[in-house]
């Protein structure tokens, strides 16, 4: 997967300044996960988010820690519309990928 050329800003997520969006990262193409899923196209719809090239999102799925606990990951990602796999897809920096517990909130 390609990679986001733009890291959170100071490392820190913007939990509160961006939009979220559900997306399955079980679901990724060559150039970042497909926002394909029905789950992802039915919150687009219920937000009334417009994809578009570089519009920023904080995307997210369910997760749970070794204890069975709700634990989402959540990662800073790019919109792109991917040639290759001929829908939107979400850029994002693996390494940024974080789970709620790790974010002190």
Avoid at 50 to 66: A, F, G, M, R, V
Avoid at 83 to 98: I, P, R, S
């Amino acid at each position: 997967m390609r990679l986001a050329p733009r890291p959170p800003e100071g490392g820190v997520l913007n939990i509160n300044k961006m939009e979220t969006l559900w997306v399955d990262f079980q679901n990724a193409g060559y150039d970042g996960v497909r926002l394909i899923c029905k789950g992802t196209l039915k919150e687009l719809k219920e937000k009334n988010i417009e994809l578009k090239d570089d519009l920023q999102l904080l995307i997210w799925s369910d997760d749970e820690d070794d204890n069975g606990r709700k634990d989402n990951l959540l990662v800073e990602a790019v919109v792109k519309f991917s040639v290759v796999d001929h829908c939107w897809v979400a850029q994002f920096d693996e390494n940024n990928l974080k789970h709620e517990s790790q974010l002190g909130h």
